[in-house]
């Protein structure tokens, strides 16, 4: 098996991720303190309880929907024999995940935006949770595709920073 290719595999899933976590966080981090300091933006269209009803029931199902597909994308890794498929597939399955809990956050953001409603924190609260349940690492890889020991020790190995050519 290819190191590198493992090793470029693990890097693309968890700089993903990262990149996500790193566009949701500040847009509810600057409503939410926005709106914990005082201030009220007096231009902006208050939306209606049914609203409200519809945007924490389109979050809730944006919760379910990313945990359902993630795990049945995993459930395809058991049919897989090499590593490197496993991972591919564990990548756009976390990939996946990731942006339908970018979804979550925005769909909490904006609800907090327009209705001031702490249910909104709430749930933004329940996507970071998800957040970091579900950050690549290889142990959590390992338990989710349910990997032999080998495999699980190439992708701590491949998850480990390169060593410069002169340190090996």
């Given at each position: 098996m290819d190191i590198q290719e493992i090793r470029k595999i693990y890097r693309q899933t968890e700089?993903?991720?990262l990149i996500v976590i790193l566009l949701a966080l500040p847009v509810f981090g600057v409503i939410y303190l926005f709106y914990d300091s005082g201030n009220q933006l007096e231009n902006l269209p208050g939306i209606s309880d049914f609203l409200v009803w519809v945007m924490s029931l389109t979050c809730i199902a944006v919760l379910i929907i990313q945990y359902v597909l993630f795990g049945k994308k995993i459930k395809l890794t058991?049919?897989?024999d090499e590593l490197v498929d496993k991972l591919k597939i564990y990548s756009q399955a976390t990939?996946?995940?990731y942006l339908?809990?970018?979804?979550g956050s925005m769909?909490?953001?904006?609800?907090?935006l327009l209705s001031k409603n702490p249910v909104f924190t709430l749930f933004f609260?329940?996507?970071l949770v998800f957040f970091s349940l579900a950050k690549p690492t290889p142990d959590r890889m390992a338990r989710l595709m349910k990997l032999k020991k080998e495999e699980k020790e190439l992708i701590r190995t491949a998850s480990r920073p390169e060593q410069p050519e002169s340190d090996k």
């Open positions: 700089q993903r991720s058991f049919e897989k990939t996946q995940r339908l809990l970018l979804l769909i909490s953001s904006v609800g907090l609260a329940i996507v």
